[in-house]
């Protein structure tokens, strides 16, 4: 006996092999949509952070602060003019 497909069953067997990668194609998408949505959250956190972390480094190297910080608790003053060298 021979092995004779029926080109009948050709059809749903093409049909069943498209729609079981449409179906495949689709999971990515979603699952690529949740991956995107994830990034791009997260991205948005980096971003905040960074402008959080700008502000408190402005903060911190503000002149005032730090010549508050180098009189009181490091005993430093400005120079006398005996003290400054000039090249």
Not at 13 to 38: C, D, F, K, P, T
């Given at each position: 006996?021979?092995?004779?497909?029926?080109?009948?069953?050709?059809?749903?067997?093409?049909a069943?092999?498209?729609?079981?990668?449409?179906i495949?194609?689709?999971?990515?998408?979603?699952?690529?949509?949740?991956?995107?949505?994830?990034?791009?959250?997260?991205?948005?956190?980096?971003?905040?952070q960074?402008?959080?972390?700008?502000?408190?480094?402005?903060?911190?190297?503000?002149?005032?602060?730090?010549?508050?910080?180098?009189?009181?608790?490091?005993?430093m003053?400005?120079?006398?003019?005996?003290?400054?060298?000039?090249?």
């Amino acid at each position: 006996m021979t092995a004779y497909v029926k080109p009948w069953l050709l059809v749903p067997a093409a049909a069943g092999v498209l729609a079981a990668g449409q179906i495949w194609m689709s999971h990515l998408r979603y699952e690529l949509s949740l991956e995107s949505q994830q990034v791009n959250k997260e991205q948005q956190e980096t971003l905040k952070q960074a402008s959080t972390l700008r502000l408190e480094l402005a903060s911190l190297t503000r002149p005032e602060r730090l010549r508050k910080i180098a009189q009181e608790e490091l005993d430093m003053a400005p120079p006398k003019p005996m003290q400054v060298v000039h090249q």
